[in-house]
């Protein structure tokens, strides 16, 4: 995807970082910082070539989160391991929210796994359901699979170390791009907006 993205990667990377450093001078982080990664080949455009800008401007290590090779065989094969210090599968992080309590909020009391799968599925639908209107193709099927890596990836982080800080490399999101799906870990209370970093 890293082709889709023709800005310079060291100035989209200053700019995040700086978003980032205004940030956490009114969110102290209270441990020491790591950057999160999920799989992306390097590429000289794009989040791949992105995030270790990122790392090397402040100073800090990346950990990978990888899809199990049985679910797609090629995320971990092909995934840049720089300055990776920890590495983790996706069904980890899976049994790190199962082995937590189960959503209490008043829509719904199933574990929050299947919370996610099922408010991804219809988020798809009804974005499939826009596209056939604007006489566009339905979403690739890898979508339900990236977009819960994606959140389960986040909200695990957050509950393994008590904090988290999601930073966006774009102002303008597709709506029918993978990251628009953030809005659902908001909506389930798996993530809190005041953890949120606009790029703009």
């Given at each position: 995807m890293g ?6 990667p ?18 102290p982080?209270q441990k020491?910082k ?5 799989g ?6 794009g989040?791949?070539?992105?995030t ?12 990978l ?5 049985h679910?797609a ?10 300055n ?9 992080l899976?049994d ?5 309590k189960?959503?209490?909020?008043e ?24 596209r ?47 990251t ?9 209370g ?11």
């Open positions: 082709g889709y993205d023709t800005r310079h060291e100035r989209v990377a200053s700019k995040i970082t700086k978003q980032l450093s205004h940030h956490w001078q009114s969110r982080a020491p790591l950057i999160i990664i999920q992306d080949p390097l590429e000289t455009r989040i791949s070539a992105i270790p800008q990122i790392a090397k401007q402040l100073e800090v290590k990346r950990c989160i990888c899809l199990d090779e679910l065989a090629y995320h971990a094969r092909d995934a840049d391991r720089e990776v210090i920890l590495e983790y599968r996706y069904s980890q899976v790190v929210l199962q082995a937590g189960p959503a209490t909020t829509q719904t009391q199933k574990p929050i796994i299947e919370n996610l799968e099922a408010a991804i599925a219809t988020r798809i639908e009804r974005c499939n359901q826009q056939a209107d604007l006489g566009k193709s339905p979403l690739k099927d890898y979508y339900p699979l990236f977009a819960q890596l994606q959140e389960v990836t986040k909200a695990a982080c957050r509950a393994l170390c008590g904090e988290i800080t999601v930073a966006h490399t774009s102002a303008d999101i597709n709506a029918f791009s993978v628009s799906f953030y809005t659902i870990g908001l909506e389930l798996l993530m809190d907006p005041q953890d949120m970093v606009r790029f703009d």
